[in-house]
């Protein structure tokens, strides 16, 4: 069965040991991913920002690997306030409305100040 590494060009990739996204066969992992614009490496600073540059990166590194936001099944959301829930549901709801993947909402710390929210997907075209 293949395996094949989608890179986002992060430098976090290299220097945690991590790909953007594992293809193996029919599915496609995506790494959690944090609001960075990666070609400038900058954060916006709101949460509604911060998840578009996600599901952008997150899009890029699917369709890299051969797969669409369509394929998506399962998504794990990470944010630092709950009440960033309301904020984003409706992002959410824009780009998986008709797609209606399995999801999870946590609440917790991330890794640097900036960091407000982490998407990590799974995708399977089977």
Same mark, same amino acid.
């Given at each position: 069965? !293949? $395996?094949?590494?989608?890179?986002?060009?992060?430098?976090?990739? #290299?220097?945690?040991?991590?790909? $953007?996204?594992?293809?193996?066969?029919?599915?496609?992992?995506?790494?959690?991913?944090?609001?960075?614009? +990666?070609?400038?490496?900058? !954060?916006?600073?709101?949460?509604?920002?911060?998840? %578009? &540059?996600?599901? $952008?990166?997150?899009?890029? =590194?699917? #369709?890299? =690997?051969?797969?669409?936001?369509?394929?998506?099944?399962? &998504?794990? +959301? +990470?944010?630092?306030?709950?009440?960033? =829930?309301?904020?984003?549901?409706? @992002?959410?709801?824009?780009?998986?409305?008709?797609? %209606?993947?399995?999801?999870?909402?946590?609440?917790?710390?991330? @890794?640097?100040?900036? !960091?407000?929210?982490?998407?990590?997907?799974? =995708?399977? %075209?089977?």
């Amino acid at each position: 069965m !293949m $395996r094949k590494l989608i890179s986002s060009g992060s430098p976090f990739e #290299k220097t945690a040991g991590y790909s $953007r996204a594992v293809v193996k066969g029919d599915w496609c992992f995506v790494s959690g991913t944090t609001g960075y614009d +990666y070609a400038t490496m900058t !954060m916006p600073e709101t949460v509604e920002d911060q998840a %578009r &540059n996600c599901l $952008r990166t997150i899009e890029g =590194a699917l #369709k890299e =690997a051969g797969f669409s936001l369509s394929d998506v099944v399962r &998504n794990h +959301y +990470y944010v630092t306030d709950a009440s960033f =829930a309301d904020r984003v549901f409706p @992002i959410f709801g824009a780009m998986f409305g008709d797609i %209606r993947p399995a999801a999870t909402m946590i609440v917790c710390d991330l @890794i640097r100040p900036e !960091m407000l929210i982490e998407i990590e997907v799974t =995708a399977f %075209r089977g």
